[in-house]
């Protein structure tokens, strides 16, 4: 596996690390009682706590500590009893304390991992340095009005969990699937609604580049990428940008950056060019947060199957591809679907493989083509279930099969009506399909000459043409055997 | 002496609070003395002693998770120097 | 001055010696007489008036039903502006009652006005507000004292009798010193008896509110219907409030003081330490065991505390920032520049100073020397308190090192002016309850107070002492 880019003069080895911020799905705020519901109208769930009016205080969310130590747990991560919370100070429109309330020197989270699967079969480890409980920030719109900055203060307070790598991750396709297990596993644990594109989930990525074998770089960090394809594009932007100054001789200066969706460029952020000094110190208004190891255990004994257990469990029963189960367990929904296609019938099982082509190509491409996703499939897993053990009984070809799913998808009626309706089981009879034979034979006897002569190519022509007779029904296996016997006669 | 002109800078930057020059002199002044009279506190030995934040011995007390469904816009902006269109308005940054 | 009790008056109020509409009038015509000591932020006849004829239409029992209170203009109040005595809360209009107010106002009791403190609580005189100084009513014809501070606006309130008892915050020693220099009780309890909610903030982890009052028998009124657990304060305890009034007891027989040997420091005037030991005195007469304690860690009080409460206050105070509420600059080409007039303009020296300060003292490279050590020294100076009340019930020492200074006096010195805190700082890191009551007077006639200090939420303890000490010095 070779990741190194080439830049004019040299290979160059890119370096990233992910600081993820998860928000966490719950009903109200980390500090504050008011609701966290996505889209409402600005300032309107705001609290005075959340607005910084003089004399407010925090008070933590239960629900929000728990969801912290579930996801650590998903990240096999170590589970601190004891945390604290600090002030990171500084002053933003969109921060009304003047402080955000974070864990500095005592996360919650501390060392755990997660792994990634390639397409070759391999996979990667990631380590995770720890993950924090966090308020949001509010938000500036900077384009409302010509001469002012509007601030809605509706996320300010939300419920954070910032989850950072070490920079273990190695190129843009490696970042892409890493966000894309800590989202799949965040949505199994049901701690993070993963909605990227509403911000439940989004990334600052830290990145530097070195010829192979040389010490870290100087790395800059792309703030607040929310799209798993803007994390890419700016990846790579970003390295190609350093790459170039560092080849004509030049030094890479540490800086905060933010990514341009329309251009696909970076450039560094403009009002953060003085040294940060955050002055972090324990928050005097709560005091330090203490989980007994009960408590743990209790929130450990209420986690779902992973993916990762799944997929292990998925290769072993089914003796499906590593790839294979990954992909069937990437998303909570396609493990479930495929648990319930598969335990649809006994028979199935048998046919593990062909069940997951099925659902991760024949009925992904249809859902994708009409914008909807397993959740509201128009087929549902034990429909799919009947039409697949049709296939696997030769009931009906491949073929033809893809037709009925079609069918099934617009009309929602199942396989068999389908099937049955149409008329299209397989002609598994020597005689019928002997019949056919003897007639395409008869209509081409210049192709017969030419096929015995040695142009053996032309034995799809013959298929093809029987197939047409038999509207597709016939066994394809079968016919091909009755074919060439028929033909050499 | 710990504070200079530039250390005063900073600190009021972090601060965000403008100074003058005379106020600047001033206050590298008050806090060179301060700072001068708190270094007392180098003569004590606090090796292994633990710090301490919150007087308080109990346990960080936890809120359920439940969200009040109420508008708050008009009482949160109530009192802003400046806002328009539901929005707390501030001068334009350019990010 | 005679002056009447908020026990007497319950009991005049009760026995129809006295409507509330007379009793408040009486109240509104001293407060009237007295606008030139600068006593009040914001003082409505009208708003008075009002509460008057709310509670004369209503017909439900309450404890404090009537009774005029004066509240720290700290305190956010729903029916007054609340300004913490700072420019840069100009024209703010809380749309929250706090936690404490908003308990006197369920029992009944009348708030008066909104009384001066120093700038969002930092000072010791009363003379950092941005309304101007509070002048000590006991002050001669042409030589106008400080009442002390911060909240010397609530203990001149009371001294000057424009009201039957005040609420105060006590960081530092901000409601013991000014009950001290104005003749007063005055008590600041455990770290959490009160909550915090709805106060400004000025140091989270010191910040305590508490009450002054005429004598003790008041205060314990006073402070009972104050304390309580709240829910929305994370750091408010969860203890039984006892009836401090009902289980007053005077007698100490038995009981064992301690006197700190750290608490003589050279400097003190002659007066002061004669009546800490009148005090002693006194305490023995009624059989209280004399215990001579070491709270080795006293002289670092001061140095820790003026690391760790401008620390907290630095981040405490960059909300007021010209957003959300309050003054805004007429400067402001970027939002920078808004935020640096605003805070600029808005505070004035002496929280810029310790703004600065506490920006210092946490900023990359300083915190572990300054922070960090103040944190550690910090818990010493409370090991100290927990050894000795191992060895006694109670302390006793001096509340303040003088008695009221003229107005003008230590205003260009800022340690000289912290000293003042030097024997109220120590209680307020470790976190105790403590009373000033008056003791004495000093040569120039004016009042000096004695500090009870007690163990962690043993209020009862600390009042017992005092009214002892109280009744056997009237
Ligand atoms: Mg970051
Ligand atoms: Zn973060």
């Given at each position: 596996m070779n990741n190194l880019i080439k830049g004019e003069k040299y290979d160059w080895e890119m370096v990233i690390g992910l600081e993820i911020h998860a928000q966490v799905k719950s009903n109200s705020k980390l500090f504050s009682s008011s609701s966290t519901k996505f889209g409402s109208s600005p300032n309107s769930q705001v609290s005075l706590v959340d607005a910084a009016m003089p004399g407010m205080l925090p008070v933590i969310n239960k629900y929000c500590v728990e969801q912290a130590v579930k996801t650590g747990v998903g990240l096999n991560a170590k589970i601190n009893n004891y945390s604290v919370f600090d002030r990171k100070n500084y002053f933003y429109a969109d921060l009304p304390?003047?402080?955000?309330?974070?864990?500095?020197?005592?996360?919650?989270?501390?060392?755990?991992?997660?792994?990634?699967?390639?397409?070759?079969?391999?996979?990667?480890?990631?380590?995770?340095?720890?993950?924090?409980?966090?308020?949001?920030?509010?938000?500036?719109?900077?384009?409302?009005?010509?001469?002012?900055?509007?601030?809605?203060?509706?996320?300010?307070?939300?419920?954070?969990?910032?989850?950072?790598?070490?920079?273990?991750?190695?190129?843009?396709?490696?970042?892409?699937?890493?966000?894309?297990?800590?989202?799949?596993?965040?949505?199994?644990?049901?701690?993070?609604?993963?909605?990227?594109?509403?911000?439940?989930?989004?990334?600052?990525?830290?990145?530097?580049?070195?010829?192979?074998?040389?010490?870290?770089?100087?790395?800059?960090?792309?703030?607040?990428?929310?799209?798993?394809?803007?994390?890419?594009?700016?990846?790579?932007?970003?390295a190609k940008r350093q790459i170039e100054i560092l080849e004509s001789g030049g030094s890479i200066e540490q800086n905060t950056m933010l990514f341009n969706t329309s251009t696909g460029k970076t450039r560094p952020m403009r009002n953060k060019e003085e040294a940060h000094d955050y002055r972090y110190f324990p928050d005097p208004d709560l005091l330090p947060l203490e989980i007994s190891q009960e408590e743990i255990v209790k929130i450990k004994s209420s986690i779902p199957e992973l993916p990762d257990e799944l997929k292990n469990k998925f290769i072993e029963i089914y003796r499906l591809s590593n790839y294979d189960a990954s992909v069937l367990t990437a998303e909570k929904q396609t493990s479930d679907y495929f648990n319930k296609t598969i335990n649809s019938d006994s028979e199935l099982k048998k046919y593990a493989k062909i069940v997951v082509n099925w659902i991760t190509s024949e009925l992904f491409s249809l859902l994708n083509k009409n914008n909807l996703d397993l959740n509201n499939s128009p087929v549902s897993p034990e429909n799919l279930g009947q039409l697949i053990k049709l296939i696997s009984t030769n009931e009906i070809s491949g073929k033809i099969a893809k037709d009925v799913l079609e069918d099934m998808f617009s009309s929602g009626k199942t396989a068999r009506q389908i099937v049955d309706e149409k008329g299209l089981q397989q002609v598994t009879d020597q005689g019928e399909i002997e019949k056919v034979i003897d007639e395409v034979i008869a209509e081409n006897p210049k192709m017969v000459e030419q096929y015995l002569a040695g142009k053996d190519k032309l034995l799809g022509f013959f298929v093809g043409q029987a197939m047409k007779l038999t509207k597709g029904k016939a066994n394809p296996k079968i016919l091909n055997e009755l074919l060439i016997n028929k033909l050499k006669k | 002496m710990k504070i200079d002109k530039n250390t005063i800078n900073k600190i009021a930057r972090l601060s965000r609070i403008k100074l003058d020059d005379k106020e600047s002199e001033d206050y590298i002044k008050d806090l060179n003395s301060i700072l001068d009279w708190v270094e007392q506190l180098n003569e004590v030995n606090t090796e292994n002693v633990e710090p301490l934040s919150n007087i308080s011995s109990s346990i960080l007390p936890k809120r359920e998770d439940v969200s009040n469904d109420t508008n708050s816009s008009e009482e949160i902006l109530e009192n802003a120097p400046d806002n328009l269109e539901g929005f707390f308005a501030v001068p334009k940054v350019v990010e | 001055?005679?002056?009447?009790?908020?026990?007497?008056?319950?009991?005049?109020?009760?026995?129809?010696?006295?409507?509330?509409?007379?009793?408040?009038?009486?109240?509104?015509?001293?407060?009237?007489?007295?606008?030139?000591?600068?006593?009040?932020?914001?003082?409505?006849?009208?708003?008075?008036?009002?509460?008057?004829?709310?509670?004369?239409?209503?017909?439900?029992?309450?404890?404090?039903?009537?009774?005029?209170?004066?509240?720290?203009?700290?305190?956010?109040?729903?029916?007054?502006?609340?300004?913490?005595?700072?420019?840069?809360?100009?024209?703010?209009?809380?749309?929250?009652?706090?936690?404490?107010?908003?308990?006197?106002?369920?029992?009944?009791?009348?708030?008066?006005?909104?009384?001066?403190?120093?700038?969002?609580?930092?000072?010791?005189?009363?003379?950092?507000?941005?309304?101007?100084?509070?002048?000590?009513?006991?002050?001669?014809?042409?030589?106008?004292?400080?009442?002390?501070?911060?909240?010397?606006?609530?203990?001149?309130?009371?001294?000057?009798?424009?009201?039957?008892?005040?609420?105060?915050?006590?960081?530092?020693?901000?409601?013991?010193?000014?009950?001290?220099?104005?003749?007063?009780?005055?008590?600041?309890?455990?770290?959490?008896?009160?909550?915090?909610?709805?106060?400004?903030?000025?140091?989270?982890?010191?910040d305590q509110a508490g009450i002054f009052s005429h004598n003790v028998e008041d205060a314990s009124i006073l402070l009972q219907s104050i304390a309580g657990f709240d829910q929305r304060d994370s750091t408010s305890a969860k203890v039984d409030i006892p009836n401090y009034f009902e289980n007053l007891d005077d007698d100490l027989n038995g009981k064992t003081v301690g006197i700190p040997k750290e608490y003589s420091i050279d400097g003190t005037p002659m007066e002061i330490s004669q009546i800490w030991e009148d005090a002693i005195k006194v305490l023995e007469k009624k059989g209280v065991k004399i215990k001579n304690i070491s709270l080795p860690h006293t002289k670092y009080a001061l140095p820790t505390y003026y690391i760790i409460a401008p620390a907290e206050a630095s981040s405490n105070l960059a909300r007021y920032d010209g957003v959300k509420y309050g003054f805004r600059s007429d400067e402001i080409d970027s939002l920078d520049e808004m935020y640096e007039n605003t805070r600029a303009q808005g505070f004035g020296r002496e929280v810029k100073r310790r703004i600065l300060i506490g920006t210092y003292v946490l900023s990359a490279g300083y915190y572990d020397a300054y922070y960090l050590k103040a944190q550690k020294v910090r818990k010493l100076i409370a090991n100290d308190f927990n050894n000795a009340f191992k060895e006694c019930d109670f302390i006793v020492t001096p509340t303040a090192p003088s008695a009221a200074f003229p107005l003008n006096e230590k205003q260009n010195d800022p340690i000289k002016m912290y000293l003042n805190d030097v024997f109220t700082v120590p209680a307020s890191l470790a976190g105790l309850p403590g009373i000033s009551i008056p003791f004495g007077k000093d040569k120039n006639n004016l009042p000096l107070g004695i500090q009870i200090l007690g163990k962690h939420f043993d209020e009862q303890q600390v009042f017992n002492a005092a009214v002892s000490l109280e009744r056997s010095y009237e």
């Open positions: 304390q003047g402080y955000q309330i974070s864990q500095y020197k005592y996360p919650i989270v501390g060392e755990g991992k997660v792994t990634i699967d390639f397409k070759d079969g391999t996979s990667k480890d990631i380590r995770i340095v720890r993950l924090h409980l966090e308020q949001d920030a509010g938000k500036s719109l900077h384009d409302q009005n010509p001469s002012k900055t509007y601030v809605d203060l509706n996320r300010s307070g939300v419920a954070l969990m910032e989850i950072v790598s070490e920079p273990d991750i190695r190129t843009p396709d490696e970042a892409g699937m890493y966000i894309s297990k800590i989202r799949s596993i965040l949505m199994y644990l049901d701690t993070c609604d993963g909605n990227m594109q509403e911000g439940s989930l989004r990334a600052d990525v830290n990145i530097s580049v070195r010829k192979p074998g040389d010490e870290y770089g100087t790395r800059c960090e792309i703030k607040n990428l929310n799209s798993i394809k803007f994390i890419k594009q700016a990846i790579n932007y970003e | - | 001055m005679s002056k009447s009790s908020l026990k007497q008056t319950l009991k005049d109020l009760d026995t129809k010696k006295i409507s509330i509409r007379e009793l408040n009038q009486d109240y509104l015509k001293r407060i009237k007489e007295n606008e030139n000591l600068n006593v009040f932020i914001y003082f409505s006849e009208e708003n008075v008036l009002k509460q008057i004829d709310n509670l004369e239409n209503d017909n439900s029992a309450k404890k404090l039903k009537g009774i005029p209170i004066a509240i720290k203009d700290l305190f956010c109040t729903k029916s007054m502006p609340t300004t913490a005595a700072s420019k840069i809360l100009e024209n703010f209009h809380p749309t929250y009652e706090s936690f404490i107010t908003q308990k006197l106002l369920d029992e009944g009791s009348i708030f008066v006005g909104k009384t001066n403190l120093d700038e969002f609580a930092m000072g010791s005189a009363t003379n950092t507000s941005f309304f101007g100084n509070t002048i000590n009513p006991l002050s001669k014809e042409n030589e106008p004292l400080a009442p002390g501070g911060s909240s010397g606006g609530s203990a001149a309130a009371v001294a000057a009798d424009l009201c039957l008892g005040a609420t105060g915050t006590d960081t530092g020693g901000s409601i013991r010193q000014p009950a001290s220099f104005c003749g007063v009780v005055g008590i600041k309890p455990t770290y959490g008896l009160c909550s915090r909610w709805g106060i400004a903030a000025f140091a989270s982890s010191l």
